[in-house]
């Protein structure tokens, strides 16, 4: 979803964005979405030099990174200067000294998971609160969403992102389509952050057990 939602935002920034995806199928709904670049997501060095060529000795502003291996290095040689990279990623994440070797350009990393807690007006007002305000105009659509239920369908659910034939979000649902059965009690692993301190009030909020 992070590919779908970036390629959103930069329709509402007006710029073009060039976009990895592994399977056939993902690329043509970037390019439906209106992608001007595609690039493989499994292939580095692929993706590099068809990016360059493509871009006919143009430089890119800026990256949004999670992938690892040698994607980090090639978005650093595609930037221009003064270019700006954006890390979500969890694995092989630079430090800031190795990032400032490479030259102008800046090197941010992003984890939500400290973000938030660290700073919570921020995450209110400035991330949600701007997010909430292109909802209430239209300018964000909801994410694919392919379901499954808990019981009998979570290993469908696990072969499909397997597979990587997965667009958008794959989520596995509790309960039939009544809701939530509350009978019962629940289990939040890793619970204590941001996240799920909003999952567990969802929870409680809806009569469920502790």
């Given at each position: 979803?992070?590919?779908?939602a ?7 920034l ?7 995806a ?8 970037l ?23 493509g871009a ?35 694995r ?7 990032a ?7 090197y ?22 701007a ?6 105009v ?11 239920r808990?019981l ?5 659910a ?26 019962g ?26």
């Amino acid at each position: 979803g992070v590919g779908l939602a970036s390629v959103e935002y930069a329709h509402c920034l007006r710029v073009n964005a060039i976009a990895t995806a592994g399977r056939p199928h993902k690329h043509e709904l970037l390019r439906a979405l209106g992608a001007t670049r595609l690039g493989s997501s499994r292939d580095s060095p692929a993706w590099v030099h068809g990016v360059a060529h493509g871009a006919a000795g143009c430089r890119a502003h800026a990256a949004l990174n999670s992938l690892s291996n040698d994607f980090l290095s090639g978005s650093f040689a595609l930037l221009g200067e003064g270019g700006r990279i954006e890390e979500i990623g969890k694995r092989s994440v630079w430090s800031n000294w190795r990032a400032a070797a490479l030259g102008s350009a800046s090197y941010d990393v992003l984890d939500m998971a400290a973000e938030v807690p660290s700073d919570p007006d921020w995450y209110q007002e400035r991330v949600l609160g701007a997010l909430s305000s292109r909802a209430e105009v239209g300018m964000v659509r909801a994410l694919p969403m392919q379901a499954f239920r808990l019981l009998g369908e979570v290993q469908a659910a696990f072969r499909l992102l397997q597979r990587g034939q997965n667009v958008g979000k794959v989520v596995v649902r509790l309960g039939g389509a009544g809701g939530m059965a509350t009978a019962g009690r629940q289990l939040l692993s890793g619970g204590t952050g941001g996240l799920g301190l909003l999952t567990a009030r969802w929870l409680a909020g809806r009569g469920a057990d502790s």
